[in-house]
């Protein structure tokens, strides 16, 4: 019996080591294939400059010629080291039109209609950065930052221009000013606006409230996290949002919201 | 007779399209010169209204007009143009047969279930379980085919839902088999409508 178990042990290590010398040989030998396909690839060299890095991150499975980042024959793709982006090109409107003219009158519809969404989403984002020379260089003594100024739109008309302009200071106090044209967001917000008992209130402390921003009905909200938001819809299908944070009291906020001139982005936007 | 009037009809509506366009087009030409962006963006949703209104008409003349055995129901063709003003996209429905025989076709432009159909659609694992629902191909298009519940004497209802990039085709038919819906549905122009949609 004892004889028994001992010669199976030593069958057991005997077809383990054998499949663990199996394994390297064939690892060696996919790593001899992969260099020889790199030789003809021309990618030898570059290989070797990056082969100590791979093979420490990649632990054991070196052999796996996939495992970083979608490296391909052992390498990894080469990064972008620049290019310039994208020339900043809005799209040409009255180019546009010309073009869905056309389009209409060979009675090609949907050539039409892209020229259309075309001119719509130039039309928008000259609107979108109208209004964004139009806000003030600074509010509540925060610093207007052009870096990250946006204008967005889908082309669509009416449901889905988005600008924004963000004020900062050096002391993490910022104000985010958002402006949507978006019918999809005005009936979420009305429809807070419309169920008076959604109000929030934790503990005695109240995190959610109606208010009023110059004449508007606009949501307040309040975060310990993420500070203060005021939520204003203005005319048929526009909303305004401030987010302030850092900001010390809710009227500290608010007189920064009200530097800003709504009646005239109203306006701007086409609103009633 | 019946045909002579459908005609008619079509040439009327092509003729108050393009006097709704031509018009949409010179007042955003002129908002536009005049630096009057809301107006002529406003002039632009329209011209959009119109196009869609316009490859609506198209759809409904490339559908079948017979079902197999059941004739379409001219007098419930519907057509939107539906971007005038807080949503998007063209809207086409057709009605075929009476009583309990009865199917239909919609096609939706930038529906918001495209997304969800698509998903069923390419990965598999999603569907799983659901005995009642499988995907098919019909003319070379993945589809969902959804048997409905049975009405209560005991007809069975089935719905194939179509997507084609951001148009959805649903044709519905009651008191059907899956082989009589699949027969429908191969009665569709489908390439064609997918690139008139687009």
């Known amino acids: 019996m004892r004889g028994l178990i001992i010669l199976l042990i030593a069958t057991f290590i005997a077809i383990n080591s054998s499949a663990q ?17 790199d030789k003809k690839l021309g990618l030898g060299q570059e290989e070797n400059k990056n082969s100590g890095n791979n093979q420490n991150s990649s632990g054991t499975n070196s052999g796996n010629s996939t495992s970083e ?11 972008n080291k620049g290019g310039g982006g994208l020339v900043s090109a809005p799209p040409d409107v009255k180019q546009n039109l010309d073009d869905a ?30 209004i964004l020379k139009s806000l003030p260089d600074a509010v509540a003594g925060l610093k ?43 009936a979420a917000v009305n429809t807070y606006m419309n169920m008076g008992g959604m109000a929030q209130q934790t503990n005695g402390q109240q995190n959610w409230k109606q208010t009023k921003f110059k ?10 996290s993420s500070g203060y938001k005021l939520s204003v819809p203005i005319g048929q299908s526009s909303l305004l949002i401030f987010e302030g944070v850092n900001f010390n009291t809710e009227p500290d906020f608010m007189k920064a919201a009200n530097e800003i001139d709504a009646e005239a982005i109203k306006k701007q936007l086409g609103e009633q | 007779m019946k045909k002579y009037i459908v005609i008619f009809s079509i040439l009327i509506s092509t003729v108050g399209f393009s006097q709704e366009f031509d018009k949409s087009l010179a007042s955003a030409r002129s908002a ?11 002039a632009m949703t329209q011209m959009l ?49 009476k009583d309990a025989k009865t199917a239909s076709i919609e096609i939706i432009n930038n529906s918001p279930l495209i997304t969800t159909i698509n998903a069923y659609l390419n ?49 519905k038919a009651n008191d059907t088999t899956e082989a009589e819906i699949t027969q429908f549905a191969n009665l569709i122009p489908l390439a064609k409508i997918a690139t008139v949609a687009q």
């Open chain 1, 69 to 79: 980042g979608g490296a391909r024959y052992g390498k990894s793709n080469p990064s």
């Open chain 2, 32 to 42: 536009y010169s005049s630096k009057d962006l809301s107006n002529a963006r406003f």
């Open chain 1, 144 to 186: 207007k930052d052009e870096t990250q100024d946006e204008v967005s739109s889908n082309g669509f008309g009416w449901a889905g221009l988005t600008i924004q302009r963000k004020y900062l200071d050096n002391n993490d106090k910022q104000l985010t000013f958002l402006i949507a044209n978006n019918a999809a967001w005005m």
């Open chain 1, 215 to 224: 004449g508007n009905r606009a949501i307040i909200e309040y975060s310990e």
């Open chain 2, 49 to 97: 209204g119109v196009l869609d209104e316009a490859i609506a008409k198209e759809i409904l003349r490339m559908l079948p007009t017979k079902m197999a055995s059941l004739d379409y129901n001219v007098k419930e063709d519907r057509t939107t143009g539906g971007s005038g003003g807080y949503a998007s996209g063209l809207y086409v429905n057709r009605y075929y047969g």
């Open chain 1, 21 to 37: 010398f199996l394994n390297k040989l064939k690892q060696k030998a996919e790593q001899k294939a992969e260099k020889a396909l």
């Open chain 2, 123 to 171: 990965m598999p694992m999603m569907g799983m379980g659901d005995s009642n629902q499988k995907n098919i191909k019909v003319q070379g298009y993945k589809c969902i085919l959804k048997k409905e519940m049975p009405t209560d004497d005991g007809k069975q209802a089935y719905e194939l839902q179509i997507p084609f990039n951001n148009t959805l085709l649903t044709l």
């Open chain 1, 101 to 130: 003219e056309a389009s209409y009158k060979k009675g090609t519809y949907g050539e039409a209609r892209y020229s259309i969404q075309q001119a719509i989403l130039g039309v928008e984002l000259e609107i979108g950065n109208q």
